[in-house]
């Protein structure tokens, strides 16, 4: 009897001990939401948290409703995330100016101090945002003339090393990494505008003509991309003979970059404000000719949780349900790289 009371005990102790090396596997979900949706859902309860550009995140945090987690910029220091883009099949090297003219005109216009009020009052109509708000996101967002090439570089080697590209770059017709990126990263206009503004900062381009049309894409409500919205304001496009409803076709705006990127591909599109993250995944895993003529922002992005959760650090995320624009998206590259500095394993809902 003693013996078999022994042998139970040890077999429940090996039973246990094969329990215990068992390792569960830590989880991060993800759900793909508009960023319009995602402050109502969390509200619900039915995320945990998002991950979207401003003054979305923003607005959960003013309503009380969210907390910022961590900012974009923590995970990825001085990341690229929105930019203007044009399609390689549109030629119109003067019309490419004009709107790259007045892309700097609008982006050196936000970050003038001196127009603060104006900016401010801008974004609320931008965006349908209140002061409060607005004031809160533009703080979160660097806006820049051009991207840095260096970390556009550093988000290609992360999608190879993770094996995320299709298309190698051979097959998209480049000898090399220094080809693509010379010819992805258009830089041209931007510098000759940029050397004509310096001897003279009241420097324009020849007016576009009438027939010459241009269609822009950008995203809905996205503050990140307000240059647009004050180069039609200020009259910047009209100073360069690009008139809206006439030869500047200002398209209604898309969900996310990926949304842009497959408008760009179906020929919709001529030039569009958009993420670098999708435009550089879908420009070699979809081979859409585009090329980055100037930048819109870097950073401005964040993971918003529920204000009365117990999330107060990333390694908190394990098993919670975050929320991101969509997979190829700048938002979705970093709450991949926060699961992958956590060592969490992304599954999607």
Same mark, same amino acid.
């Given at each position: ?53 401003? &003054? ?9 409703? =969210? ?60 965006? $349908? ?17 051009? &991207? ?10 992360? %999608? ?40 003279? !900062? ?23 991309? %307000? ?25 209604? !705006?898309?969900?996310? =970059? ?15 404000? %958009? ?19 100037? $930048? ?54």
């Amino acid at each position: 009897m003693k013996w078999m009371i022994v042998s139970m005990v040890f077999l429940c102790v090996l039973s246990l001990g094969c329990v215990q090396t068992v390792t569960e596997e830590k989880t991060l979900y993800i759900v793909n939401l508009p960023p319009s949706t995602m402050l109502d859902q969390l509200k619900a309860g039915d995320i945990d948290g998002f991950i979207a550009w401003e &003054p979305f995140n923003a607005e959960a945090v003013v309503s009380g409703y =969210g907390k910022y987690l961590i900012q974009s910029g923590e995970v990825w220091p001085n990341h690229p995330c929105c930019v203007l883009a044009v399609s390689d099949s549109y030629k119109d090297d003067r019309v490419i100016e004009a709107l790259v003219w007045a892309h700097i005109k609008a982006t050196r216009f936000i970050n003038d101090p001196a127009n603060h009020d104006r900016v401010v009052e801008y974004a609320m109509e931008f965006t $349908g945002k209140d002061r409060d708000v607005v004031e809160l996101a533009i703080s979160n967002i660097k806006y820049v003339e051009y &991207p840095n090439k260096t970390e556009f570089r550093n988000y290609y080697h992360k %999608l190879k090393e993770g094996q995320i590209l299709k298309v190698s770059l051979e097959e998209l017709g480049y000898s090399d990494e220094d080809a693509f990126f010379n010819d992805f990263l258009n830089s041209s206009y931007y510098e000759d505008v940029v050397s004509h503004l310096n001897e003279n !900062p009241a420097w324009m381009p020849d007016k576009v003509s009438p027939d010459e049309v241009v269609r822009i894409g950008y995203l809905s409500a996205d503050l990140h991309q %307000l240059a647009i919205y004050i180069a039609l304001k200020e009259g910047y496009y009209k100073e360069v003979g690009l008139v809206e409803g006439e030869n500047l076709i200002v398209k209604p !705006p898309y969900v996310n =970059g990926v949304a842009v990127m497959e408008a760009f591909k179906n020929k919709e599109i001529d030039a569009a404000y %958009l993420g670098g993250a999708p435009a550089t995944l879908k420009r070699i895993n979809d081979m859409t000719d585009i090329h980055v003529v100037a $930048g819109v922002n870097n950073e401005g992005s964040a993971i918003v949780v529920r204000a009365d959760s117990d999330i107060n650090t990333t390694s908190d995320l394990e098993g919670k349900t975050i929320a991101t624009p969509g997979v190829g998206t700048v938002q979705d590259f970093i709450v991949r790289q926060v699961a992958s500095n956590e060592g969490l394993t992304i599954v999607l809902k």
